[in-house]
């Protein structure tokens, strides 16, 4: 990672954070059933990222698909079992249980990064992970009041399947910074439509429902991968997943500003403890930037 690298990274990360933040609200306007949801919002993903691909790529579209490699299709089921297992998980257990084990990401990736790769996390990571930890686990207090009897161990075995997938696919595309990975993004997306064809039923959705299903695929998940690759490839995959967790306190206040969904004061105490803890580790990326290369603290 050199200097320059580091802060377009950070904000890249940020932005497809911001975009992944949207979901929330695009499946509260949707009038369709989760599985068909997952199923356009893939099937609306894959066409735009193989749109955006053909359009940078041209003649060698085809070449870049065939040519992805093992990195590609390793990073592409690890996206898609995590979109996958996330919509199952909310089916099988409690919010506050799948948002709070996937909290635990960053620490996953830190972890991963640092067995597959000796990428070392600076100590001023794992103190601002273990602050926006306490802060999702705020954010979600008031689930255990009114949810607490309906978990089962099986969602909470899916929903730390999702923070490990998330992870491991962070890893492999940090890994192979040299590899394109927009095919494999999209390619995630066509495994997830797949996956859960079984289940949906495609001709539920009406126009409107496929117009907002057409900005859930494009816009929130296709451009949000495209932002992530650029992204995590240029800073450390803790970090990189750390950022990411923006996305869990964005998206209550987007539903919240446009149907009037009261967060509760919880998830607003919880959301600025993980904001000032991002904050913070910006702020001491900066400092340890303008004396010299990063080294662990």
Do not use: K
Not at 44 to 64: G, I, K, W
Not at 118 to 147: C, D, H, K, N, Q
Not at 232 to 240: D, H, L
């Amino acid at each position: 990672m050199t200097r320059n690298e580091a802060p377009s990274g950070r904000l890249l990360v940020a932005a497809a954070a911001l975009c992944w933040s949207t979901g929330g609200l695009i499946a509260r306007l949707v009038d369709t059933d989760p599985w068909t949801t997952v199923f356009w919002r893939g099937i609306f993903c894959a066409a735009f990222l193989v749109a955006v691909t053909a359009l940078r790529e041209r003649a060698r579209t085809a070449d870049v698909y065939l040519g992805m490699g093992w990195p590609g299709l390793a990073m592409a089921a690890g996206f898609a079992t995590a979109s996958t297992c996330f919509i199952m998980a909310l089916h099988r257990t409690t919010v506050a249980n799948v948002l709070i084990i996937q909290s635990l990401s960053p620490f996953m990736s830190g972890l991963l990064g640092w067995l597959w790769m000796g990428e070392r996390v600076a100590g001023r990571t794992w103190a601002a992970m273990g602050v926006a930890l306490v802060g999702s686990a705020i954010m979600v207090s008031r689930y255990f009041y009114t949810e607490a009897a309906t978990g089962s161990i099986g969602g909470d075995v899916l929903a730390f399947t999702v923070a490990l997938a998330f992870a491991t696919a962070t890893v492999i595309l940090r890994r192979n910074r040299h590899v394109q990975m927009l095919p494999a993004a999209a390619l995630s997306a066509a495994l997830a439509s797949l996956v859960t064809a079984f289940a949906a039923r495609p001709g539920t959705a009406g126009a409107g429902d496929l117009l907002l299903l057409a900005l859930f695929g494009s816009g929130q998940l296709g451009l949000g991968m495209i932002l992530f690759t650029a992204g995590a490839r240029r800073i450390p995959v803790a970090e990189a997943a750390l950022i990411g967790v923006l996305e869990s306190v964005l998206g209550p206040v987007w539903v919240w500003l446009a149907i009037g969904e009261n967060p509760g004061l919880p998830s607003l105490v919880g959301g600025a403890i993980v904001l000032a803890a991002l904050a913070g580790h910006t702020m001491a990326d900066l400092r340890a930037e303008t004396r010299g290369p990063d080294t662990p603290s």
